[in-house]
């Protein structure tokens, strides 16, 4: 079954302690991506990546770090995670970022940062 | 940067014709996107435009308008199952600073909560 798989799906931690946020598709796509979702804000990308070893800052990227050393890998890092980074978080890909294909999204990871 | 407005909720009946708007500004637009999003779940695509005019599929359709920067998305025949919330996704390129040619970002508005009644 085609799908994007996030674990963990809940996550509650305090704040400092570095966590991993990891994303995986066995659809052979290209293009991979994160977003945060808050009340009133919206979808708003983090980080994205082309392709295997080629990533580009979003809308909001500071506090975040990512990496594509694998095409079907493209985890979310947060080295100091704050209470500001509480958010359900959704990963997300597509065949390429310039395709008219959709991207497939992950079920979500909800972060709770104390 | 780009800026995407969308209404914050709209409210129709069972059976009815809704339109959600969505107006847009960006530089290098390349391609407009539709997405509805059921509460806590991830959001699922519902349609793409990229040249100017009307695309159906079933009960759901999505007009764009480049040279207005406005799309809308038209549900018919409406079901309760319906009530979610509405995204539009602008992407463009390429991106300033970015990786280079080919580094498309995709911006999403803040969503149309629709609500379905009978």
């Known amino acids: 079954e085609a799908q994007v798989t996030q674990n963990p799906r809940y996550l509650i931690t305090v704040t400092g302690k570095k966590l991993t946020v990891t994303c995986s598709q066995n659809?052979?796509?290209?293009?991979m991506s994160w977003y945060r979702q808050d009340p009133g804000l919206g979808l708003r990308q983090i980080y994205y990546?082309?392709?295997?070893?080629?990533?580009d800052k979003g809308d909001v990227p500071e506090g975040y770090k990512v990496s594509r050393k694998e095409k079907r890998n493209f985890p979310l890092i947060l080295e100091s995670p704050s209470p500001n980074q509480t958010s359900l978080y959704f990963c997300?890909?597509?065949?390429?970022?310039?395709?008219?294909?959709?991207?497939?999204f992950g079920d979500g990871t909800r972060l709770s940062i104390l | 940067g780009q800026n995407i407005d969308q209404p914050t909720e709209m409210t129709a009946t069972e059976g009815a014709i809704v339109q959600i708007n969505c107006t847009y500004q960006?530089?290098?637009?390349?391609?407009l996107f539709w997405y509805q999003q059921h509460a806590g779940e991830a959001p699922t695509f519902l349609s793409y435009?990229?040249?100017?005019g009307l695309e159906e599929k079933g009960r759901f359709s999505s007009f764009l308008s480049r040279s207005k920067g406005y799309s809308y998305l038209l549900l018919k025949e409406l079901q309760m199952k319906d009530s979610a919330s509405y995204l539009c996704?602008?992407?463009?390129?390429?991106?300033?600073?970015?990786?280079?040619?080919?580094?498309?970002?995709?911006?999403f508005g803040k969503g149309t909560k629709l609500s379905v009644i009978p």
């Open positions: 659809m052979n796509h290209e293009y």
């Open positions: 997300a890909s597509s065949l390429r970022g310039n395709s008219n294909q959709p991207q497939h």
């Open positions: 435009n990229v040249l100017d």
């Open positions: 960006t530089s290098g637009f390349n391609g």
């Open positions: 990546s082309m392709n295997v070893e080629v990533t």
């Open positions: 996704a602008v992407r463009s390129f390429p991106v300033p600073g970015g990786s280079g040619a080919g580094s498309y970002q995709l911006t």
